[in-house]
């Protein structure tokens, strides 16, 4: 058993069935729309995580600053917020996919192996 | 305090008892799903990936079964009473770094890759240089983890059962029964991953995420009632008890110390901070043990579905060790907790055992939840060994011995006998290794398989999916360039030697000022990748259009 070439393709002109579909606009907008919402979304939290990372190593006074007179500080907001975006970040990608990709993926999927895969 | 400190000390050995029932129970209730799930595993899509069958929830909760370790679940909660914030800023770091499982891998990985990580690298590749890679990287990244976790259980369990110097256990001293531990778990996640292949693994997973989940939701629940769930006086409480006043609440006590009157420390502290930041974040999505997860469900949207329950599940876990790391440090107070483990992995049994006495009628039920609590930590190491070791045969198997050394000429039944038996050679190799380095400082491991999958394998990863040019040399430089940069700086950095605390405390030979080497070692895997790209002409179009149309759509995905 070969285990890494796709044996399993359908024909034998699948390569060129694959490029032919790679440089169809259809895979061109799947491609748009995937990455258009994962990178920004990826430079986004990690510049959230990153700006609360260098808060906590020098801008303690700031962090440390007590809120509503109580116990809790800025640095325990802003570290449950960090829960906060991502759960949220999360959810909004979900929802993004299930509306945004996952119907032309299906299709264009399809498309190339007759609903077989 | 007094009454705080374990029960087990003066005979009283109820809860050393009932640890063991209760561990015993878990053995013999995983065993018998490891030998029906071996009944079940007949392909090798089943020995590896446990015939792809898992709903997104089954896998979501033996992601978080796989990835919560004892360093998690008692570490993280021992950070936070000994050092307050600062654990609760480490424990952010685990969490964030799913979305980049999220957002960047799970799909793309799951819809392109059949069993291992090197399936996606040596896609569009040659096959024998970058599998070779992946290998080395997967076996080094993983026995790194595996040693954390086996010396730890060997402590952890001479701790547990108040086998103090002088004491013995069942005719063992502290280091026998060390020994005799290190043995128990490594023979255990032996027999799970050999017999009971991706499958028993998975259930063996499950089983002890919903066991760590309900341990670590009684207890935040009845340290929480006992302030009326008012955070803010359990908050003050916490500091008021730990002695540090309110600076256990803020950011500074572990990560990013400041040192009076040495600049230049003070400087390597917070770099130092960052580094372990970044590699926290980025190294998650290289774990292979993870990575090897997302094979487990029939589809890339099931793929999704188990990240985003993974994320649930991980994030409400963190939420519930900040009220049991503040809980210890109010209920059982700093100073009890370092005289048992002057690393507070013991927080977390040692609040169990105060809310139990509190909640639960004297010192009875103090024992019992000392005992379940005991029992929930064995089994989350157990869960995290037997995840570790199915990776690391996988890929030893798959990738090296079906690949590398029989070019894919191999029977399917062949491949997963020689997985089997790559199990017992790493378990094997494990057990010596633990044994050996049982008395040595080796916690930093963990750190450091991050900072190795994120310094290697990620940039390999992410250059395979979504960059066109790179190649099957950029990808032997990412892997090689990032683990070996990681490893370098690390064994020259003061967890080594140097210092007090490190693996070799007599010796120095340090010079990198840094524990994390994340904050070179990252840019430079990504950076190897490149150059190692562009000085090779080697591109493949046809297979990247495949691996591309693959990758987005799921046609062809096994």
Known sequence: ??????????????????????????????????RGFVFPMTIAFFLWYALYVILSAYARDFMGTRLFGSNIN???????????????????????????????????????????? | MNSMILAVDAGNTTARNLTIVLFL???????????????????????????????????????????????????????????????????????????????????????????????????????RPVRTAAAVSTITVSIFYLLAQMVGAGALVALLLGIRPG????????????????????????????????????????????????????MAVLVLAKYNFNLSSLLGDAAASSGNGAAFLEPGLRYGVEVAGNATQTFYNKVDLLSLGIALVLGTAGLPHILIRFYTVPTAKAARKSVLWAIGIIGSFYLLTLALGFGAAALVGGEAIREQDRAGNTAAPQLAEALGIDFFGGDLGGAAMLAIIAAVAFATILAVVAGLTLASSSSLAHDFYANVIKRGNTSERQEVNVARISALVIGAV?????????????????????????????????????????????????????????????????????????????????????????????????????????????????????????????????
């Not at chain 1, 070969?2 to 259809?26: G, N």
């Not at chain 2, 021992?78 to 960047?104: E, Q």
């Not at chain 2, 020994?179 to 292949?197: F, K, P, R, S």
């Not at chain 2, 990681?486 to 990198?512: E, K, N, R």
């Open chain 2, 25 to 127: 129970a878990f053995v013999a209730a995983t065993l018998a799903i490891t030998i029906w799930a071996s009944r079940q595993t007949k392909t090798a899509t089943d020995f590896y990936a446990g015939g792809r069958s898992f709903s997104g929830f089954q896998n979501g909760m033996a992601i978080g079964g796989d990835y919560m370790s004892a360093a998690s679940f008692l570490g993280i909660a021992g950070l936070i009473a000994l050092y307050g914030y600062d654990g609760f800023l480490y424990s952010i770091g685990f969490l964030v770094a799913w979305l980049v499982a999220l957002l960047l891998v799970a799909e793309l990985l799951r819809n392109s890759g059949r069993y291992t990580m090197a399936d996606v690298l040596a896609f569009r590749m040659r096959q």
């Open chain 2, 167 to 218: 004491t013995t256990f069942l005719g063992m001293d502290a280091d026998t029964a060390k020994v005799a531990t290190i043995i128990m778990v490594g023979a255990l996640m032996i027999i799970y991953v050999t017999v009971g292949g991706m499958k028993g693994t998975t259930y063996v997973q499950i089983v002890k995420a919903f066991l760590l989940m309900g341990g670590a939701l009684l």
């Open chain 2, 430 to 558: 494990s057990i010596a290794l633990s044994i050996f380095a049982q008395n040595l400082n080796v916690a930093f491991l963990v750190a450091l398989a991050f900072a190795v999958a994120a310094s290697g394998n990620l940039p390999a990863i992410l250059y395979s999916l979504f960059w066109k040019r790179f190649n099957t040399s950029g990808a032997v430089w990412a892997i090689y360039g990032g683990l070996l940069a990681a490893v370098f700086l690390v064994f020259f950095s003061p967890v080594v030697s140097g210092a007090p605390t490190a693996m070799f405390p007599d010796h120095d030979w340090q010079w990198f000022p840094l524990s994390n080497p994340g904050i070179l070692s990252i840019p430079f895997g990504f950076l190897c990748g490149y150059i190692g790209t562009i000085i090779s002409k080697e591109t493949d179009e046809e297979k990247y259009a495949e691996l591309e149309v693959r990758a987005l759509t799921g046609a062809g995905a096994h």
């Open chain 1, 74 to 117: 800025v640095a325990l907001v802003f570290g449950l917020l960090q829960f906060v975006s991502t759960f949220l970040i999360a959810w909004l990608y979900s929802r993004y996919a299930d509306r945004k990709i996952d119907p032309v993926a299906d299709k264009i999927r399809e498309e190339l192996t007759g609903g077989e895969s």
């Open chain 1, 1 to 34: 058993m070969s285990t890494d070439t796709p044996a399993d393709a359908p024909t034998d002109s699948m390569p060129e069935r694959y490029l032919t579909v790679q440089r169809s606009d259809e895979f061109a907008g799947l491609r748009r729309a995937l």
